[in-house]
């Protein structure tokens, strides 16, 4: 079989700690034939670390390139639009990093041009293919738990400086970033991923500081200003479900599984950011949570890599991605309707403008 052609466009933190050490697992399916990133040094570097045959710092240069197929947009997150269109408009498939783009008017611009190019456009997280997140998927469907009424989720970076980071930080608290768009799209995701679209969205939020100090690694010193709010509440109708979810630059993390589902018979707790953890279960007419070891390939932490290869496997089989483009313009919906509840003090309601076709047995 002839293998796919990668570019990776982006080197940073997330590429060197959780997509390059993982390709291993593609090499019969994929190969990278390029790395981009900006500052010359660094990006050789990890070229000739990872054995990758060239490198460059323009990722238009990149995504044009004859022994490209496919990108793979690891870029910080103001940028992400502009690299994927680039990629799409020269025919190539595309694996992007979350959030998709800054709103879903532009993702839907994305998700269109997909359309017109016939190319297979894979949209991060990739939670709704984590082990547990299927697992989980499993038993609700076959009805132990009951009709499930009550979630509550929490994603949480713990408050910077961010000890042992060496990307710079700053995309992650400006106007387009913050944990609204950097963490809560796990728990979103997962959430609208198992039930459904959101119907009604109302949110809380708040800021708890101007900026910070880089404390250590190559941006020591650097002042990064929080231009976006860092503690977040926001509560979702979904299905028969009522969830809330929190999202937070702010505190320390909590002991309790990332996301918790509760119905009249029984109830489900797994982590949304660890495959290595156990999924809890509450059964019908059981009073103990009972673990349930899952099996995994990623020794532990998020599985980023299951969305390169789900991007792999749709262009070699033509399938539509489940970790798909109309999932996450539905989330950035979520979103931009939290931010909407939070400036007008009231509940939004989210336009039924797609049948979640993302939601598959």
């Known amino acids: 079989m002839t293998r796919l052609r990668l570019a990776i466009i982006g080197v940073g933190d997330v590429a060197q ?26 990006v050789q570097e990890v070229a000739e670390r990872f054995g990758v045959p060239r490198w460059s710092t323009d990722y238009r240069e ?12 690891l870029t910080p997150i103001p940028v992400h639009g502009e690299v994927t269109l680039a990629a799409l408009r020269a025919g190539r498939h595309v694996y992007s990093e979350k959030p998709l783009v800054g709103t879903a008017r532009e993702a839907r611009e994305l998700r269109d041009e997909a359309e017109r190019q016939a190319v297979v456009l894979v949209c991060a997280p990739s939670i709704m293919l984590f082990p547990q997140v299927r697992r989980v998927r499993e038993i609700i469907a076959s009805g132990e738990l009951g009709v499930i009424r009550a979630a509550r989720a929490h994603a949480i970076a713990g408050p910077p400086p961010w000890a042992g980071y060496d990307s710079d930080p700053t995309p992650f608290f400006g106007a387009e970033g913050g944990p609204l768009v950097d963490m809560a799209v796990y728990p979103l995701h997962v959430l609208t991923g198992l039930f459904g679209p959101a119907t009604s969205v109302c949110a809380l939020s708040s800021r708890a500081r101007d900026g910070f100090t880089v404390a250590d690694g190559p941006h020591t010193g650097r002042h990064v200003p929080v231009d976006s709010d860092d503690t977040w509440q926001v509560l979702l109708r979904v299905g028969p479900c009522l969830a809330s979810v929190e999202a937070n630059f702010t505190t320390v993390p909590s002991p309790a599984p990332e ?45 980023h890599i299951l969305g390169v290869e789900h991007l792999v496997e749709c262009v070699a089989s033509g ?9 996450a313009i539905h989330v950035l919906d979520i979103i931009e309707a939290a931010r909407r509840s939070v400036s007008e003090e009231r509940t939004i309601p989210i336009a039924e403008r797609i049948a979640g076709s993302w939601v598959r047995a």
Not at 17 to 42: H, K, M, N, W
Not at 62 to 73: E, G, I, K, Q, S
Not at 319 to 327: F, G, N, R, T, Y
């Open 62 to 73: 990149a995504v044009n390139a004859d022994d490209v197929d496919a990108v793979v947009n």
């Open 17 to 42: 700690r959780d997509y390059l050490p993982e390709f291993g697992r593609l090499s019969s399916r994929a190969e990278i034939t390029v790395v981009c990133g900006q500052g010359a040094a660094r």
């Open 259 to 303: 996301c918790e589902l509760r119905g009249d018979l029984g109830g489900v707790a797994f982590s949304l950011l660890d495959v290595s953890a156990p999924i809890s279960v509450l059964a019908d007419g059981s009073e103990e949570w009972v673990d349930d070891p899952i099996e995994h390939e990623r020794e532990s932490g998020p599985d």
């Open 319 to 327: 399938d539509h991605p489940l970790v798909s483009a109309e999932h």
